[in-house]
């Protein structure tokens, strides 16, 4: 990423999660339930964005650490951060150079809400991999979540809503290509005076699926791979799910 492509949409990204410093309760269950059957201390959010989960993962007594390439969603995480007067280390960083950056080890590394599918091609997505394996400690974990599965990449749903509120309506209109699609986010801000549209869109140049995912990360050298279809643990099914968990050991 060249230039920051989330410059004009950072100030407005946090619609995709709500309030900040409030989590889906079924969304903060997952992640306590992970971290603890695994000794998770210290974790590092390696495409944090605008700092959402983070404080989560200070709020489960973790020490967190937020890193991206983007300094525009850095500086959303940082004033979202300040107003809880929460206080997490933030680095501008590729994922494909945490390794340069960071000498410690985490317990865990997470790359959440697609943010490996922006990545160009499979060689880029195994060199973000094992950057962030060189950052894990020995058994130290890595989790990768979508909403993009192998049924929607199959029933090609080209308008998908994904929220509405009495102030504003976001939705999704898919162009899908060959191997991967462009995801245009329309946001209607429903205000009465002057009714506004706001467009911005992010290009995913390859989609990664399940299959994908269990062989670049095996490639990368993880093993134990775990596929959930949901927050509940729901086993990973590639005609049901509307969501896509991954869990990998180093
Ligand atoms: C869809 S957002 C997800 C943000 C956050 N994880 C969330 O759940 O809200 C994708 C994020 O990945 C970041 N990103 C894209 N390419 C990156 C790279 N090479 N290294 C680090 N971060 C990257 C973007 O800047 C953006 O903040």
């Known amino acids: 990423m060249t230039k ?41 959010d390696c495409a944090c964005g605008t700092g959402h989960d983070l404080h989560l993962f200070y709020s489960l007594g973790c020490k967190a650490v937020g890193s991206d390439i983007s300094s525009s969603m850095l500086a959303k995480a940082r004033k979202n951060l300040k107003r809880v007067d929460v206080s997490i280390p933030l680095h501008k960083i ?25 990545m160009s091609d499979k060689k880029e997505v195994i060199r973000a991999f094992l950057s962030m394996r060189r950052v894990l400690r020995d058994n130290g974990l890595l989790i990768l979540t979508q909403g ?56 995913y140049d390859q989609m990664l699926l399940k299959d994908d995912y269990s062989k670049l990360l095996q490639l990368a050298g993880y093993r134990k791979i775990r596929f959930y279809g949901s927050y509940n643990f729901e086993p990973y099914s590639k005609k049901e799910s509307d969501l896509l968990i991954c869990v990998a050991y180093k």
Not at 160 to 180: A, M, N, T
């Open 4 to 44: 920051d492509s989330y410059r004009d949409f950072a100030e407005r990204y946090d619609l995709f999660h709500g309030e900040f410093g409030e989590h889906k309760q079924s969304y903060r269950v997952f992640f306590q339930k992970v971290f603890i059957e695994n000794n998770v201390r210290s974790v590092l």
């Open 94 to 118: 590729d994922y494909r150079a945490l390794h340069k950056h960071f000498k410690r080890k985490f317990d865990a590394v997470v790359c959440l809400a697609s943010s490996i599918l922006q």
């Open 148 to 203: 993009t599965t192998d049924k929607q990449w199959q029933k090609k749903p080209r308008f998908i809503l994904s929220s509405s509120s009495r102030d504003c309506s976001r939705l999704f209109v898919i162009d899908y290509h060959d191997r991967g699609a462009r995801y245009n986010v329309l946001d209607i801000l429903h205000d009465k005076q002057k009714p506004q549209l706001k467009v911005w869109c992010v290009d």
